[in-house]
């Protein structure tokens, strides 16, 4: 089944403890981007990457890095947390942004910071 | 910069109620336009798109949003709307350019359906 899938669901952590959020696709996807869903604010783009080894920062990258070392694969790592980055995030995977293809979502992860 | 505003945030309909969710983007060239919804707990899914062509696009579940190109519009619209149309809807924006990197969001209309 197609999918992109995200883990954990659901993260309680402390400021400070560095975590990881992984994604997978297994649809071939050239292109793989983050989110964060906040409340009146709708989805944030925090980084994306356009292919392996290719990544750039979206409109909110402050406090967390990317990697994308093999296609299928974009963790996304919060090296220090801090409480304002307690949010749902979701994890995206497109053919290619170029081709105009619609993105396909995991089903989130709900990070609390304390 | 490009930027998507969905004015209504919380709309409250009953049972087969018409439904017309706004949808305003800033950008001057050609878009690709998109609404998603988000259904309780669940994920965002595609519901329709438009990149060219015919400016009323269909989509699943008997929704559809017409291009109004002179209004910057793309508003999303259902004759008859259930109660299991409750959900989330984020309308998004791409510029039409080859090199387009990213999807701008707009913050979400939220709707409720009485039963």
């Known amino acids: 089944e197609a999918q992109v899938t995200q883990n954990p669901r659901y993260l309680i952590t402390v400021t400070g403890k560095k975590l990881t959020v992984t994604c997978s696709q297994n649809m071939n996807h050239e292109y793989m981007s983050w989110y964060r869903q906040d409340p009146g604010l709708g989805l944030r783009q925090i980084y994306y990457?356009?292919?392996?080894?290719?990544?750039d920062k979206g409109d909110v990258p402050e406090g967390y890095k990317v990697s994308r070392k093999e296609k299928r694969n974009f963790p996304l790592i919060l090296e220090s947390p801090s409480p304002n980055q307690t949010s749902l995030y979701f994890c995206?995977?497109?053919?290619?942004?170029?081709?105009?293809?619609?993105?396909?979502f995991g089903n989130g992860t709900r990070l609390t910071v304390t | 910069a490009q930027s998507v505003s969905q004015h209504n945030h919380h709309v409250i309909l009953s049972e087969a109620a018409s439904l017309e969710l706004g949808c305003n983007y800033s950008y001057g060239g050609t878009v690709n336009l998109f609404w998603y919804v988000q259904y309780p707990g669940q994920h965002l899914q595609l519901l329709l798109k438009?990149?060219?062509?015919?400016?009323l696009v269909k989509g699943i579940k008997g929704f559809e949003a017409e291009f109004i190109k002179s209004k910057f519009s793309f508003n999303l619209r259902k004759p008859s709307v259930q109660w299991s149309d409750t959900a989330e809807y984020f309308c998004a924006v791409t510029a039409g350019y080859s090199s387009a990197s990213k999807i701008i969001f707009g913050s979400g209309t939220r709707l409720s359906i009485r039963p």
């Open positions: 995206a995977s497109s053919l290619s942004i170029q081709n105009n293809s619609p993105l396909h």
């Open positions: 438009y990149f060219s062509g015919d400016p």
């Open positions: 990457s356009m292919n392996v080894e290719v990544t």
